[in-house]
C-alpha cells in the first residue's frame, strides 16, 4: 500500500512537470526576437561642473579634475540606466571594464521612479 501511494505521488509529480513545462512552452512567447536589439553601453570615468568661462579656458594640455577617486569602481550604464560597478583593465591595448559588482533587479527598478 505505501509503495503505491509512493508511485501515484510519483506519478502526479511527473505529471505536474510536464504540464508546468507544456504551459510554459504554450504561454510564454519566445524572447529569441529580442536578442538582435542593439544596446547603448557606456562607462562613466567620473563628473565634474564648470563655469562656461573655465572651459572656455580649456586647450590642448588641460587637465580636468574628476569626481572619482583613482581605484574608486567606475559605473557602467546600459541605455543611461546604471546596471554595475567594475575596474579598468587593458586589453589587447584597449580599455575594458571587469564587473566587480552587478546591480540587482530591484535597485533598477528603483532607478525607473527618479
Known amino acids: ?55 572656455l579656458q580649456l586647450g590642448q594640455g588641460s587637465v580636468i579634475e574628476l569626481s572619482k577617486l583613482a581605484g574608486e569602481p567606475l559605473e557602467v550604464f546600459v541605455n543611461q540606466k546604471l546596471v554595475a560597478r567594475g575596474e579598468v583593465v587593458v586589453v589587447n591595448e584597449k580599455f575594458g571594464v571587469r564587473l566587480t559588482d552587478i546591480i540587482s533587479p530591484t535597485e533598477r527598478v528603483k532607478q525607473l521612479g527618479g
Do not use: C, H, Y
Request: proline residues 4%; glycine residues 4%; hydrophobic residues 40%.
Open 1 to 55: 500500500m505505501e509503495q503505491e501511494s509512493q508511485n501515484l505521488k510519483e506519478d502526479m509529480e511527473k505529471k505536474q512537470g510536464a504540464e508546468a513545462n507544456s504551459f510554459v512552452q504554450k504561454e510564454v512567447p519566445n524572447l529569441d526576437f529580442i536578442l538582435d536589439i542593439p544596446l547603448e553601453i557606456s562607462v562613466e570615468l567620473g563628473r565634474t561642473k564648470m563655469l562656461i568661462s573655465e572651459l
